[in-house]
């Protein structure tokens, strides 16, 4: 069964760095493509960043230049360094795998960022 757990989460001011950490069970998380997502209070869920399993990134064009997405597949975990907070960021951040389905099929719980002004 696949498990992810995300963690890192907190409150930043404005300007702040935090860093997201999604850890895998077993290396589920070395072979398959892992995203994160994000869903503000009031918003429906959005997609922020993308690291395959070959390294590529990508990522939404609100957090270009300030997010960086990277995998340790020795750990199986993929973080989220996150740059230049604003309180725009505000949100649940969820990690997910992409399975052979090309959907993300398997979402962790999520960890809270607040992002003061």
């Known amino acids: 069964q696949v498990q992810l757990v995300e963690s890192g989460g907190g409150l930043v001011q404005a300007g702040g760095s935090l860093r997201l950490a999604c850890a895998g069970s077993?290396?589920?998380?070395?072979?398959?493509?892992v995203g994160w997502h994000r869903q503000a209070p009031g918003k429906q869920r959005e997609w922020v960043a993308t690291v395959t399993h070959d390294g590529s990134t990508s990522y939404v064009d609100s957090v270009e230049g300030r997010f960086t997405i990277s995998r340790d597949n020795a750990k199986n975990t993929v973080y989220l360094q996150m740059n230049s907070l604003k309180p725009e960021d505000t949100a649940v951040y969820y990690c997910a795998l992409r399975s052979w389905t090309g959907a993300y099929d398997y979402w962790g719980k999520g960890t809270l960022v607040t992002v003061s002004s």
């Open positions: 077993g290396s589920i998380v070395s072979s398959n493509a």
